[in-house]
């Protein structure tokens, strides 16, 4: 388990450095679109070092799994073009500040009705408040 949460805590710092490098990037290329590109094609590339790594006979079982799972990667593309186009003018911190509270809802429906295969955990009082708190906090600290 602490393990588990050091690399989830890893990829929570990489969300607003992913905003501000690929937001800057996209505004030096003069287009958000072309550096969205860019990044998935490094992302792609690790991607594709790792699943050779650890075994590449996985990736023929994608044909065979129900389309709706593969609207992930609709969701990332629409996450780093929405950044990358929104972040040079809104800020890193407000952009990042809403995804924080839509990740939040999310996942707390998810959770709630065990979406998608996810273990079901109910959203209990004690739980909304931390998830309000958390929310409030995200708040706080984008106002000071």
Same mark, same amino acid.
């Given at each position: ?9 890893a ?7 992913l905003?501000?490098l690929n937001a800057?990037?996209g505004v ?5 679109? /072309?550096?969205? +590109?860019? @990044?998935f094609?490094v *992302? #792609?590339?690790?991607a594709? /070092?790792?699943? +050779?790594t @650890?075994?590449?006979a *996985? #990736? ?7 389309r709706h @799972?593969?609207?992930?990667? #609709?969701l990332?593309a ?6 990358t186009?929104?972040?040079p ?8 500040f ?10 707390a ?6 979406l998608?295969?996810?273990r079901?955990e109910a959203?209990?009082?004690t739980r909304a408040?931390?998830?309000?708190v ?10 000071a």
């Open positions: 388990m602490p393990l588990s949460a050091a690399i989830m805590f990829a929570g710092i990489g969300i607003p450095l905003a501000a800057q990037l030096r290329m003069g287009s958000p679109a /072309a550096a969205a +590109v860019i @990044l094609m *992302a #792609l590339l690790a594709l /070092a790792v699943c +050779v @650890l075994g590449p *996985a #990736l023929m079982r994608a044909q065979g799994q129900p @799972l593969f609207l992930g990667g #609709l990332v629409f996450y780093v073009l929405s950044v186009y929104i972040a003018s809104f800020g890193v911190g407000n952009a990042v809403f995804v924080l509270i839509g990740q939040l809802v999310s996942s429906a998810i959770d709630q009705f065990g998608f295969g996810a079901q959203l209990t009082a408040t931390g998830i309000a958390m929310a409030l906090g995200v708040w706080i600290t984008q106002r």
